[in-house]
């Protein structure tokens, strides 16, 4: 069920000051896993001290300035780190978000799709790395269309993409 995917909105507030984050300003995100839900905690270069425990993944970037506030960033290599982090992940949130993942990958050109084949009782699709040639195998949770779009969204949220 998509309610699984409720992340707070981008505070552009630390979460350990409290203060607003400023435009241009430098900051660290967390994505921590909480009550079965990522949450994303967004702090201060000062209040940075290395990810806090239990973090699913973390990265830095800039508060965007107002001219830049609506062009999307897109950071493939943030994208394959939540591929890889995922992996293995049998809760069906986590394989959604996976799968979601993969197609943006494969959007971006990142990953090429080479075979879709059952395993265990599920579809698993196949896919490369361009670069790497590596394989790695993404169940398909058979999502409708308003799903994915539904997880896209929310993995935007998540990434600061919104």
Known sequence: MMTDYRIQPHTRRCVVTGRELKPGEKYFTALV?????????????????????????FWSGRVPRDAEAHKPRFDDELLLDCFHRLEGQDEPRKVNFRYVVALLLMRRKRFRFLDARPADGREVLVVSCVRDKKKYEVINPHLSEAEIAAVQDEVFKVLGWE
Do not use: L
Not at 40 to 52: M, V, Y
């Open 33 to 57: 896993e909480e009550n079965t839900q990522f949450v994303r905690k967004d702090f201060s270069g000062e209040a940075w001290h290395g990810p806090p425990p239990g973090a699913f993944s």
